[in-house]
Structure formats: C-alpha cells, structure tokens
C-alpha cells in the first residue's frame, strides 16, 4: 500500500467490492510509523449540516488521527437556537476545526478547514473521500444521492429520509455508485442491543411472537424557540430559502428551523421518526427482517395537534405485522425501549440498561455456531474501518430505509385513520391509491431527485 496513492483507493475500493474480495488496508499507525498516522494516509472528510448532531460529530471525529477535515458546510452562517438554545453554524464549525489542526496548520501539513453555503461545492472538491451529513430530514435525500453520484462515501444522520420514496432513490443511487454508507442509527454499536438481539435470533424466549417499540411523546422545546411560531425577518447570514430547498413556502420563524424542525411534517415525522432510526431499527435486526418489512399497518392511531406550527403527532400508537408472524407494536404509551416477547420469556433493552423475565437469559454465553450479529463497539470508528476495507458497517443505507418505511407507514396510516396492507417487495400500499400517494411528495423547484 506504501507505493500506491491511499486517496485513489478510497475512491475505486468500494466499486471494486461488489465483485472482488478486498484485503484491508493497514492502517499507518499499524506499520510502526511513530504511532501516528501520515496525513497523506488519512480519510478527508467533510461536513454537511453543522448544527445539532453535526456539531456532534464534528467533535468526535477531529478525536480521530486517521481523519483530516477539509470543509463544512451550513446554510446557517452562526446563531442560537439549536440544543438547549445553543450556538451553532458553519462559522462555529469551521473555526473549531481549525483551532484544533492549529498545530499541523502552522508547520504546513494541513491545510485550513473552508466553509461552504452550497454543499454542492464541497462535493465538487476531488480531495474530500467521504461527507457526514446532518441535515434536516427533508434534506437528506438530494445531497446523499449527490455525494453517492460524485464517488463519496456517506454517514447520513438518521432517520434516513422523509419518505419511503426518498429512501429508495437513496438506497439504490448508494448501490449503484458502490460507496460505503453508515446511517446515524448507533444503538447498533452497543453491546447491550447487539446482545439482545443475538439472543432473540438464536431462540432464548422461545418463538418470538410481539416486539414492543417504545418511543418518547410530545413536543419537547429543544432549541427554546417555542415562543415563537410567528413569522419573524429572516436573520443575517441564514439562508433560509436554501434552508427549505425542495420543502414548501412557508415565512421564516425561529420554532420552525434548526432543532424544533423535527415536530413539522414538511420537514419530519415528529417523534415517530425521529426514534423510528432507533428502537424499530433494533426491533427488525432482533426480528431477522432487517431487509423486508411487515405486511400489514393495523389500529393506527394518533393526536396531530391543530392549527399549530408544531403539526406531528404528539402521541401514536399503530402494529406492525410480518409475513413470519410476528407483530411489532410502536407507541408512546410504553417504557422507551425494545422488549421483545416469546414464547418462553422476555426480553427489554434500552440506553439504560435492560431486564428479562429470567435473569439466566442474559448471562447466556453465544457460541460461533449460533448466529451472531455484525459486531461494531464505536460507530463512527466502524463507518472509517468500512470505508478502508471497502465493505458494509453495523447500519448500511437499505437496512435503514427498511427501518424507517416503518415509522413511515405508520404516521400514514395514522394521518388517514385506517389500516395499511403493505407488500415490502414492491414497496407500495395495497388497493389504497391516497397512501400510495403519500410514500412521496412533490419538492419545490428547482429541486428534485
């Protein structure tokens, strides 16, 4: 590998995968090179939405030798307004990154981290390998289907999309480039979910008959703006109609934009999506259906408050029923996490801890002969393993887009007051051309996928 450029790898490995098997690259640190990896040996990444969660993982990621930073991206300039009413934006962003890589910046082995208003021009650049994008929901699918196109590998915030559509183009122009994807759906790199998981696939309850999804309710004031709904002059250096891109036309207010964004329909799915990434995604790889989905959508019900900006439901409830039998139940009426229940016995498990009906469950050792899981300790670090091995991490792009076509369903359903008959091989709503009509939506132009 020493002879041959790292950078050019990168960008043919991942198309090379899909017929050949790949050796791993070693990493520099591997070869004994000071312990320390070369920059001309480290992924380039850059950021795409640099508010909440990609501030998050800005953070994170800079902790990482084998990661140089080359751009962030924002429409958002700099303000509050984010988590807990905190300051965030490209400016923010791009200065932290670098004041970080100060040290390398002033000896000449790194180059200043530049800001972007158009992710566009970030991805026109041949140096970045791989984007983390952060964006809003309703801007997930264009610059996902757009970095996939330009060669560049992807770790995409979940929920994945918008809508069930959204997620197949992204799912399919994923494929079609060969590019490694990561979805932001890191309770698959806990040991606790993994666990119960391997333990309900490998029989320990008996035969699974429910799984429990339980999910927060209302509409928490993340980013302190709640009191204000009302339209208000669009800030300097926010660019607000870039902001909406291919959603509607709506007048600018605070409660509308950067964290709260999650509780309108045109931009999200409220809770129902915002968790639907998490504990539904654990219930499917627990249930061995991470890449189909149920059959049926049945006693979907919701409150969706009126005349308010804030328009997704508040609390839910709806069943999810599989070809093998199985039911999932997601609702804000029950404890927030997965709980899986067999014939045999239970299982519960969330970020806290979990519980089973036997404590003998647990402590069950798995052997290489029962069917174990893909296993991954650190997200971010598994998206990087992945893209220089060239092969798929813990939460690949078409497992996310099955996971969410669930929440998706349900939020139909529950928008239209009745039970959905779903055939997860052609991805459409059986006899009911209204739902069918809503696995998409109409983007503002000159927008579109």
């Not at 899909?18 to 791993?24: M, T, Y």
């Not at 703006?225 to 109609?241: I, L, S, W």
């Not at 931009?267 to 049926?296: E, K, L």
Request: one cysteine or more; hydrophobic letters at 35%.
């Amino acid at each position: 590998m020493t002879s041959r450029n790292r950078r050019d790898f990168l960008k043919t490995s991942a198309l090379l995968a899909g017929g050949l098997a790949l050796p791993a690259i070693v990493p520099a640190s591997a070869l004994g090179r000071g312990g320390r990896t070369a920059p001309s040996d480290r992924i380039t990444l850059g950021f795409i939405g640099t508010g909440n969660m990609g501030t998050g993982h800005l953070r994170q990621f800079l902790e990482k030798e084998q990661v140089h930073i080359a751009g962030v991206c924002d429409v958002n300039r700099a303000s509050y307004g984010y988590w807990n009413g905190a300051y965030a934006g490209r400016e923010p962003a791009r200065h932290l990154v670098n004041f970080r890589r100060g040290k390398e910046m002033r000896s000449g082995k790194a180059s200043p981290c530049e800001g972007y208003e158009d992710f566009r021009e970030l991805l026109a650049r041949d140096d970045i390998d791989a984007v983390v994008i952060s964006t809003p929901d309703h801007w997930h699918a264009i610059p996902v289907i757009a970095a996939a196109h330009a060669g560049k590998h992807i770790y995409c915030e979940k929920p994945l999309s918008l809508t069930v559509r959204e997620g197949r183009a992204m799912s399919d122009a994923v494929k079609e480039a060969g590019v490694v994807f990561q979805t932001g759906s890191q309770q698959r790199s806990g040991e606790g979910f993994r666990h119960a998981c391997e333990l309900v696939l490998n029989g320990r309850i008996g035969t699974l008959r429910t799984v429990r999804c339980g999910l927060p309710s209302g509409h928490p004031d993340f980013g302190e703006t709640a009191d204000r709904k009302e339209p208000e002059p669009v800030p300097e250096g926010f660019n607000y109609d870039f902001w909406l891109g291919p959603a509607p036309e709506a007048e600018y207010s605070p409660a509308r934009c950067h964290v709260n964004f999650r509780w309108i329909l045109d931009y999200s799915g409220g809770q129902v999506t915002d968790w639907g990434g998490h504990h539904p995604d654990i219930a499917q790889w627990g249930m061995g259906t991470a890449r189909t989905g149920p059959i049926a959508i049945r006693n979907a019900r919701g409150t969706f408050p009126e005349n308010d900006l804030w328009n997704a439901a508040t609390d839910f409830y709806f069943e999810a029923e599989y070809a093998n039998g199985v039911t999932m139940v997601v609702t804000s009426d029950e404890q927030r996490g997965v709980r899986f229940e067999g014939d045999d016995g239970w299982i519960f498990v969330s970020r806290g801890g979990h519980e089973t009906s036997d404590p003998a469950i647990w402590s069950t050792v798995l052997s290489d002969q029962d069917t174990r899981l893909y296993r991954s300790d650190d997200h971010r670090q598994d998206f990087l393993d992945s893209v220089v091995a060239g092969t798929e991490p813990v939460a690949p792009v078409e497992e996310a887009h099955r996971s969410i076509t669930v929440a998706h369903l349900g939020n139909i359903a529950m928008q239209l007051g009745r039970d959905l008959r779903w055939d997860p091989d052609r991805e459409m709503v059986l006899d009911d051309a209204s739902a069918n009509e809503m696995l998409g939506r109409p983007m503002r132009e000159p927008w579109s996928l």
